[in-house]
C-alpha cells in the first residue's frame, strides 16, 4: 500500500520535459523537412535485411569503347543493382575490347540483375566499340526481355573548330 501512494507523489515531483533525441536520431523539424531522406537513411531492421526487394525492370548501360567494354545495370530511378567490365572479367590488353569480352561481361551482369528478381530490361548502349553488338545479343538470350535498345552514343553535329587554312 505503502508502495502506491508514493508513485503518484514521485511522478506529481517530476517536470514534464520531453528527453532530449539521441544524439544520431533528428528532431522534429529535421524529419518535416528531410522527409523521405531521413527514412531512407534510418537502420534498418534484421527482418528488412534478410528480405530483399524485387525489382521487376531496370535499365542496363552498355559503354563499349575502342579498348574496353563496360556493363551497367540499374533501376529505373538509376541506383546501380549489378556492373561488370572487361577487366573484371579477366580480360587484359587488347583482348578486352573483342567481342567475346562483351558477351561474358553482358552475361555476368545478367546473371547478377535476375538473382535480384529483375526480369525485364531497356538496353542504352553508347560507344563503336566491337562487344556492343555481342553485348546486347547476351543480354537478350539471359532470359530477361529487352522492352527497348537505344544508341545514346554522342555524335557531333559539326565538330570542334578547324585548322587555319595553310597559305603557299
Request: aromatic share 2%; glycine share 8%.
Amino acid at each position: 500500500m505503502a508502495e502506491e501512494t508514493k508513485a503518484p507523489e514521485a511522478a506529481a515531483a517530476e517536470p514534464a520535459v520531453k528527453p532530449a533525441p539521441a544524439a544520431n536520431e533528428p528532431s522534429e523539424a529535421m524529419k518535416i523537412v528531410m522527409g523521405d531522406v531521413l527514412q531512407a537513411q534510418a537502420p534498418v531492421a534484421d527482418d528488412a535485411k534478410k528480405r530483399r526487394k524485387s525489382i521487376p525492370a531496370g535499365v542496363a548501360h552498355i559503354n563499349a569503347s575502342f579498348n574496353n567494354t563496360q556493363c551497367c545495370i540499374t533501376d529505373v530511378r538509376g541506383n546501380v543493382l549489378a556492373w561488370s567490365s572487361a577487366g573484371k572479367a579477366g580480360f587484359k590488353g587488347s583482348r578486352k575490347s573483342t567481342a567475346f569480352a562483351g558477351t561474358l561481361v553482358a552475361q555476368e551482369c545478367a546473371k547478377a540483375a535476375i538473382a535480384k528478381g529483375m526480369h525485364e530490361v531497356e538496353i542504352l548502349v553508347q560507344g563503336v566499340g566491337s562487344g556492343r553488338e555481342s553485348a546486347i545479343r547476351a543480354i537478350a538470350n539471359s532470359g530477361m526481355a529487352v522492352s527497348l535498345i537505344r544508341d545514346i552514343t554522342p555524335v557531333p553535329h559539326n565538330g570542334c573548330r578547324q585548322r587555319k587554312r595553310r597559305r603557299v
